[in-house]
């Protein structure tokens, strides 16, 4: 079955180290999504491609990038990690046609930056 | 910023009850979403309903569109455990983007 996965499930860092945090589909979607939840904010949009090179900046992209080298993958780079990056990380994916929108998330990334 | 707002932040009702949940917007949109999430998981998506539409369902869910006072509601019929979990607005104007509100949390008790 198609999925969308997500790893590592828990990361513990420490303040400047890089992380990264893999988004893996197989849905052969457009487009895909990191987001960030924390409590109070809701889920805040991160950066975003709808194909391959194509990459953008959300709400909350400062600290944060991504590439697209490929359909399946959006790994997402925290430049030098930050106790205010702390949070749950959320990657979606959705087709990218006209005629819906709809998003599919994975289980989440949990990071701690101590 | 955000631009789904919900609407109570926090429900608690019995089961069997019905459970209803608000979503107030700021901008013309494409559609509007909801999306389930249960604690620790990622969200899920439940219902669209389109700018043209009014009202729709789909089994024990009622959704329904106010664009004039861009607002909607999300109806849980006959509320079940299970349906413990917090619930989602996300708004679409057409560019392949969501925006999320910041969740109702609905607690189900037995």
């Known amino acids: 079955d198609a999925e969308i996965t997500q790893s590592p499930r828990h990361k513990i860092t420490e303040t400047g180290r890089q992380v990264t945090l893999a988004c893996h589909q197989t849905?052969?979607?457009?487009?895909m999504f990191w987001y960030r939840q924390d409590l109070g904010h809701g889920l805040r949009l991160i950066h975003y491609?709808?194909?391959?090179?194509?990459?953008n900046k959300g709400e909350v992209s400062d600290g944060y990038s991504v590439s697209r080298s490929n359909t399946e993958d959006l790994p997402l780079t925290l430049e030098s990690a930050a106790s205010s990056q702390t949070s749950v990380y959320f990657c979606?994916?959705?087709?990218?046609?006209?005629?819906?929108?709809?998003?599919?998330f994975g289980p989440g990334t949990r990071l701690t930056v101590l | 910023s955000q631009q789904g707002e919900e609407d109570p932040q926090a429900l608690s009702i019995q089961e069997g009850e019905n459970a209803t949940m608000n979503c107030s917007y700021k901008?013309?949109?494409?559609?509007l979403q909801w999306y389930r999430q249960n604690s620790g998981r990622g969200l899920v998506h439940l219902i669209l309903?389109?700018?043209?539409?009014r009202e729709k369902h789909s089994g024990r869910l009622r959704v329904t569109l106010d664009t004039s006072k861009k607002s909607s509601s999300l109806l849980i019929t006959a509320s079940r455990a299970a349906d413990t979990a917090s619930y989602f607005c996300?708004?679409?104007?057409?560019?392949?983007?969501?925006?999320f509100g910041q969740g109702t949390r609905l607690t189900i008790n037995p």
């Open positions: 979606a994916s959705s087709p990218g046609t006209a005629n819906t929108d709809t998003q599919y």
């Open positions: 849905w052969n979607h457009n487009n």
């Open positions: 491609s709808y194909g391959v090179q194509d990459t």
């Open positions: 901008t013309s949109i494409n559609n």
């Open positions: 309903i389109r700018s043209n539409e």
């Open positions: 996300a708004t679409s104007t057409g560019a392949q983007k969501l925006v």
